[in-house]
Structures are given as C-alpha cells and as structure tokens.
C-alpha cells in the first residue's frame, strides 16, 4: 500500500527565512510526485510536478527534489512571505491509468510578518 | 482549457434531500477522481472512476453515496438522504489516461452545506 507522510505538519516561520517541507513516500516507481497548496476554503493549486524520471524542478521561489532511492521528497521556499502561507500536500499522482492519486496529511504553514 | 470545472461552487441542502456534485474533467482527461474535505481535515480519498467505470471505491461510505461517469457529461456525485455530517467541501480531480507526464489537476471545489 502506497503512503505519503509529510513533516512537519504544521511550521510557523518569520518572514524572509529560507525553509524546507519533507514529504516521504513507500514506493513511488510508478508514480510522478506533485506538489500542491491548499489556501483555507479554496481548493488545490500545483505547484510543481516531477516526473519519476527527474530530480528536481524550480519554479520561481520554489524548488522541488525528488530522491527515489531513498523515497523523499523536499520543498524548498526561498525568501518566505506571508502569501506563501498555506497547507503545503505532496501528492503522488500515477504515471499510467488505474492508480488513485496518494496523499499526503499536509504541513499548515504559517509565515509572520 | 477551461481546466477542472465542478459545479455547484456552493450548495446548501436540508437534512434528507438529495444533493448533486457535477465534474467536468479537464479536456482529454478521462479518469476522474472525488474527495471529501471535513472541516479543518485532510483531503479523503473517496472514488476513482473512469469512462463508464468505477475503478476504486473503497472511500465511499457503503450507504446513500454513488458516483458515475458516463460516456457523456461530467462525473456526477450524489448524495441520498444528505445529513449534517456530509457537510463538507468535495474535491474533484482529473488527470489523462495512458502514460501522464502532466500529473493531476484539481477542481475548485464544491461546498456542501445540510441545514
């Protein structure tokens, strides 16, 4: 059975720090890995994807990694804002049919001013 | 592409009425998933259908819950006998069928609300 888990589950930083989401995973050789955001009462935005057979992929502040070998994941944010605040999902999302998306609990970050 | 489009955005329904939750899969997605959101919860997994088939519903509950995805139209959810505990927000996702390089994309959401 496929599992994602996320930690920390929730962290809450100054504005401006560099900060790290670690998201593990069981077994993701069929899987690509997503990343999302959920703001509070809106649905779910994609970040970044990375396909099973990338490492990393960056887009502006953000840059996602991918260690299949050793089943994780990380998020990096760059110069954190108060707009990044929000629940932060890894997601693994099948590369052929007939796999349901596997989630993971979530980290709730919170950036202070 | 008009992306993930699930409709109604809102829906507020009283205790034994029926309530229908319409997704409509990005273009040229044909597997569709729903999940359910409890308040201050994570999202959890509930049905994963494709063109005329579900595929895994191990997440449904056994009683007054059903979905469909016929070879026409939008997956529908519906909801028999709505009761308090089924408020919630529901999710819908598509994603492409065969090999994806494209991962999965998400609708805005329903949100259901039982009076």
């Known amino acids: 059975k496929q599992e994602v888990t996320q930690i920390p589950a929730a962290l809450s930083v100054p504005e401006g720090e560099n900060l790290v989401l670690n998201c593990s995973f069981t077994?993701?050789?069929?899987?690509?890995l997503q990343w999302f955001r959920q703001d509070p009462g809106k649905g779910l935005t994609s970040l970044l994807l990375?396909?099973?057979?990338?490492r990393e992929q960056t887009s502006g502040r953000l840059n996602a990694s991918l260690d299949k070998s050793s089943g994780r994941s990380t998020l990096y944010i760059a110069a954190s804002q108060p707009g990044d605040s929000a629940t932060y999902l890894c997601?693994?999302?099948?590369?052929?049919?007939?796999?349901?998306?596997?989630f993971g609990q979530g980290t709730r970050l919170t950036i202070n001013p | 592409n008009a992306g993930v489009m699930q409709n109604p955005r809102h829906l507020v329904r009283r205790r034994g009425q029926e309530a229908r939750l319409r997704c409509s899969p990005m273009?040229?997605?044909?597997?569709v998933y729903w999940y359910r959101q409890l308040p201050e919860e994570g999202l959890k997994f509930m049905v994963y259908?494709?063109?005329?088939?579900?595929?895994?519903e191990s997440g449904m509950p056994k009683e007054r819950f059903s979905a469909e995805f016929p070879k026409e139209g939008p997956s529908i959810l519906r909801i028999q006998q709505v009761v308090r505990g089924d408020s919630a927000a529901y999710f819908c996702?598509?994603?492409?069928?065969?090999?994806?390089?494209?991962?999965?994309?998400f609708g805005q959401g329903t949100r259901l609300t039982v009076v």
């Open positions: 077994d993701s050789a069929i899987y690509n």
């Open positions: 990375i396909q099973s057979s990338q």
């Open positions: 273009k040229g997605h044909s597997h």
């Open positions: 997601v693994l999302t099948p590369i052929q049919g007939a796999q349901k998306l596997v």
């Open positions: 996702a598509s994603s492409p069928p065969g090999t994806s390089k494209d991962g999965a994309f």
């Open positions: 259908l494709q063109k005329e088939n579900i595929i895994d």
